[in-house]
């Protein structure tokens, strides 16, 4: 129903997906399990890599043919993927302050940080959703990510629920350290939120990353839901945190892994595309012809090629409503309770809360 995952390339679409889902585990047991995990994956790792991004840009500059044809200079030189990745960063290493109580990562006042950069990485996605509203009501409009988005409804319904799901973090200062210094416990944090993100954030990349959605919509999500429900219960966010920034490291430095072409161009087999390109590769290369070809530019609409915005619709009210239910639950256990939600526990008779919450040293 969602994605075009039959045919001759199903086998490698699907192989690939579980290659993705299990290194995404196994990277991100690496990293929380040891200090040293930690500090190779999101300090040394990221040094690398930050001096390889700038030698690509002064290689670049001065026109050194090595640095042009980069994978990354062609087709993740944007400011969003930088962004995304030392956001992503900035969370992990935060995280990692308050488990092993580095700094102000021990102070009382620092405890809300995991909701404000949580937050505002919702309310960054919230944007997109509704600047794909905006651009392309109805109609396909190309993204500043060369990618050919359709715009409508679905876009509106998941950005409101992502600003219910910002308000469905309760307990913004009960976070803690693990007693074995593994994680950072965020007990309150349970399988309810972890499933109303699920959707919001699937629908958020199938609304507007639709050409990559099948790794970071299902494997990604699924690595630190895999974990927090099975091993690590009340380490969800920050599993979120560590995978997320795994996978934007790979991607900013392999992007040809999953990329769509706005011409439809793609280098491997396994890349997949969800139902809205009705004729899969096809849609693309007709909007891509009906635009011009390579006159093409950012905020190009096109209306007269076809699209099934029925998935990304369905998907989108599912998102609305379990963040709407949530966020009303949370409403009725505060009042019946007379607790600020925001301050104090609101799970607290739930199994994977008193789980969660006997993991952390308080």
Known sequence: MFFQVYGEHALAQWGMLLVVLVGLILFNEFARRTKMGGAITFFAIPLALTIYFVAIAIGAHVGAEWALNNQTHLYMNGWFHYAKLYAALTGCIGFMMIKYEWGIGAKHWFKPFPFIIVAINILIAVASDFESAIMGWNKWWLSSEGVWLYGGWHNVFNGVAGILNIFCMTAWWNVYPSKDKKDMIWADMTWVYILVYDIWNFAYTYNCLPTHSWYCGIALLLAPTIAALLWNRGGWIQNRANTLAIWCMFAQVFPLFQEVFKDGFHKFSWVVLPTQYVDGFATIERLY???????????????????????????????????????????????????????????????????????AEI
């Open 289 to 359: 012809e009906v635009a011009g070809g390579d006159a093409a530019v950012t905020g190009t609409t096109i209306d007269s090629v076809a699209a099934n915005p029925t998935s990304m619709l369905v998907i989108s009210v599912l998102a609305l409503i379990t963040n709407a239910v949530a966020l009303c639950y949370i409403c009725v256990q505060a009042k019946k309770r007379h607790i600020n939600p925001y301050k104090e526990d609101v799970f607290i008779n739930q199994k994977y809360y008193k789980d969660a919450i006997a993991r």
